[in-house]
């Protein structure tokens, strides 16, 4: 009973406080996107790093750092057209790779990869929640949420046929079919019953929408699976009790993001 209470209460913390970070203003939205990308670069960091004698936290506080910039740069692109504070990003990417010819390591390969694929798994789709509007941001949080409760939902019911059995022996077929059901539903109930607020778009391009995010959410999931099988761990960490790491709890929100503004993109441009 204990655990439960406990897994609940952190749950709402995290609901309140991204609903709160997406819609009070756009100063909040900075400061959820920095919130996130500063937890989720040190937790990255300490699950490539869980199996060495010693952490260079140097690097990550420059990883750190350059995720830092690269959402600040965005986010002062979207609000005042403030592209040149990108280049500051640049000096990072540069930095970085400068930075490895004096760290004394067997593996500076490896070692960069790991950096630059923090970059670019993390940083680059946070920084891109700026550029949706608030109630289309709180849409894409809720498909989300909706998708993994329509798929544990179902996939435990009737979940019979292993989805992705090499990478996550649980997930079934079926449940993966509960969550866009779940998601889809959901939009043509929001398109019904508040669609001044909700529909800035068609409502088949709404629902197309969730249908984006419902499958990348999948796909997020079943990449932050893939990436703890090869690194060898549970949960990628206990920031959240009962919920484990913030990478377990925003994996999904790293594919749906790029995925959701690019839909988006796509559809007004045709």
């Given at each position: 009973m204990?655990?439960?209470l406990?897994r609940s209460l952190?749950g709402?913390?995290?609901?309140a406080?991204?609903?709160a970070?997406?819609?009070?203003?756009k100063?909040?939205v900075?400061?959820?996107?920095l919130?996130l990308v500063?937890?989720?670069?040190?937790e990255?960091?300490?699950l490539?790093?869980?199996?060495?004698g010693?952490?260079?936290?140097?690097?990550?506080a420059?990883d750190?750092?350059g995720a830092?910039?690269?959402?600040?740069?965005?986010?002062?692109?979207q609000?005042?057209?403030?592209?040149?504070t990108?280049a500051a990003?640049i000096?990072?990417?540069?930095?970085?790779l400068?930075?490895?010819i004096y760290i004394?390591?067997?593996?500076p390969?490896i070692n960069?990869?790991?950096?630059f694929?923090g970059q670019?798994y993390?940083?680059?789709p946070?920084s891109l929640?700026?550029f949706?509007?608030?109630h289309?941001?709180?849409a894409m949080f809720?498909?989300i949420?909706l998708?993994?409760?329509?798929?544990?939902i179902?996939?435990?019911t009737?979940?019979?046929h292993?989805l992705?059995?090499?990478?996550?022996?649980?997930?079934?077929?079926?449940?993966?079919?509960g969550?866009?059901v779940?998601?889809?539903?959901?939009?043509?109930l929001f398109?019904?019953?508040w669609?001044g607020y909700?529909?800035?778009?068609?409502?088949?391009?709404?629902?197309?929408?969730?249908f984006?995010?419902?499958?990348f959410?999948?796909?997020?999931d079943l990449?932050e699976?893939?990436?703890?099988?090869?690194?060898?761990v549970k949960?990628?960490g206990n920031?959240?009790?009962?919920h484990?790491g913030i990478?377990?709890?925003?994996d999904s929100?790293?594919c749906v993001?790029?995925?959701?503004v690019c839909y988006?993109?796509?559809?007004?441009?045709?």
């Amino acid at each position: 009973m204990k655990n439960v209470l406990l897994r609940s209460l952190s749950g709402a913390i995290y609901v309140a406080l991204i609903v709160a970070g997406v819609l009070v203003s756009k100063w909040t939205v900075l400061a959820l996107c920095l919130l996130l990308v500063v937890l989720a670069q040190i937790e990255y960091f300490t699950l490539y790093t869980h199996d060495t004698g010693k952490r260079k936290w140097g690097i990550c506080a420059v990883d750190t750092a350059g995720a830092m910039i690269l959402t600040g740069g965005m986010w002062l692109t979207q609000y005042y057209m403030l592209t040149a504070t990108l280049a500051a990003y640049i000096v990072y990417l540069l930095g970085r790779l400068v930075m490895q010819i004096y760290i004394s390591r067997d593996t500076p390969l490896i070692n960069l990869a790991y950096s630059f694929m923090g970059q670019l798994y993390i940083a680059l789709p946070i920084s891109l929640l700026p550029f949706l509007e608030p109630h289309i941001a709180l849409a894409m949080f809720i498909f989300i949420w909706l998708n993994d409760t329509g798929a544990f939902i179902v996939g435990c019911t009737i979940g019979r046929h292993p989805l992705f059995p090499r990478i996550s022996p649980k997930k079934s077929w079926e449940g993966f079919w509960g969550g866009i059901v779940f998601c889809v539903a959901a939009a043509i109930l929001f398109g019904t019953l508040w669609p001044g607020y909700f529909l800035s778009m068609p409502v088949g391009m709404f629902i197309g929408m969730a249908f984006i995010v419902s499958v990348f959410a999948t796909w997020g999931d079943l990449v932050e699976s893939m990436l703890k099988r090869t690194l060898h761990v549970k949960d990628s960490g206990n920031i959240m009790p009962g919920h484990g790491g913030i990478l377990d709890r925003i994996d999904s929100l790293l594919c749906v993001l790029p995925a959701t503004v690019c839909y988006l993109l796509l559809t007004l441009l045709l």
